[in-house]
């Protein structure tokens, strides 16, 4: 009988230890781990104010048209162009002064999402503090609607993108812009005759072909372009709302409503120099901003 309290406080002690255990506590008084048996990392706070960028993408970071008829013109892209009438994202974080050997643009006219994996290691090869990434719009500039890339291509190619970065630069913010409406371009750029032979060498045959056609099959095979970027769009956002360091615009450029004196006076496409700078403004605004949009 004497050894029995003993006995009781051994078995009392082993049970408090499983139920603390059991429910997540130490026997110190810390606090539990997030559902799942594990504890959540807090959010880096998002530093508003990154002093090097990098750019990825297609044609219109590469400023295709903006300065001469079917050219690149760097000089003129939103993302780390120099031209003063842009005021690049570069030129806006850095400085017009500041941008050398801390901007990069690895974008390529041309390029689908299936190449973004590629650029995005040269990217992080330069240890940027953001990236700037707008792709898909050549995804859906296709021969045919049927050639535009499938959506869970589209998917696999992005998240393989975002997978290279993180390799390399595991801290760099990225910044992703929405594919713009490529429907809202075909209707503000078939106004302009000279536009449309332009187009006819080849510029996004999916959603330009037949310009001035209006027939239910013309109608059916915009609407089909649109409905793909709208869906490349929602892969975009998603894949960046996995990733702790990076925003999305909200889908700003997609909505923005682009004049004709923001395209392209060669074809009537592609965003002019004024078009450039609308989408540096947007960049900016989403770069800035205190919570993501």
């Given amino acids: ?6 006995r009781s406080r051994a078995v009392l002690a082993a049970l408090t230890t499983a139920v603390l255990g059991a429910v997540g506590c130490d026997a110190s008084g810390g606090g539990s781990p997030a559902p799942g048996g594990s504890s959540a990392s807090p959010t880096p706070a998002w530093d508003r104010a990154p002093r090097s960028v990098a750019a990825v993408g297609d044609s219109i970071t590469t400023g295709f048209d903006a300065c001469s008829v079917l050219s690149d013109c760097p000089e003129a892209s939103w993302a780390t162009g120099s031209d003063p009438e842009v005021d690049s994202l ?5 400085g017009a002064d500041g941008t050398a050997g801390r901007s990069w643009n690895h974008a390529v006219s041309g390029a689908r999402m299936a190449d973004l994996p590629a650029q995005m ?3 992080a090869a330069e240890r940027p503090e953001l990236v700037t990434v707008m792709a898909g719009a050549n995804d859906a500039c296709r021969e045919t609607t049927d050639a535009m890339t499938p959506v869970d291509a589209f998917r696999s190619s992005f998240e393989e993108a975002m997978a290279a970065l993180r390799k390399d630069a595991p801290k760099a913010q990225v910044y992703v812009a929405s594919v713009p409406d490529l429907k809202r371009l075909w209707s503000e750029g078939r ?6 032979q332009v187009w006819k060498l080849g510029i996004c045959p999916s959603m330009l072909a ?3 056609a209006l027939d239910a099959a013309a109608n059916t095979r915009r609407d089909a372009v649109r409905e793909r970027v709208e869906a490349y769009n929602g892969v975009l956002e998603e894949v960046c709302a996995k990733d702790r360091r990076c925003r999305f615009d909200g889908g700003a450029v997609f909505d923005y409503r682009f004049g004709t004196a923001e395209l392209s006076p060669w074809d009537w496409f592609h965003p002019s120099v004024k078009g450039q700078a609308r989408l540096a403004e947007i960049a ?5 901003a205190e919570e993501a949009p």
């Fill in 210 to 212: 037949d310009p001035d």
């Fill in 121 to 123: 290691t040269k990217a």
């Fill in 90 to 94: 570069a030129v806006r974080l850095l």
């Fill in 284 to 288: 900016y605004r989403a770069v800035t």
């Fill in 1 to 6: 009988m004497r050894g029995r309290p003993h």
């Fill in 191 to 196: 106004a302009n005759p000279l536009g449309k």
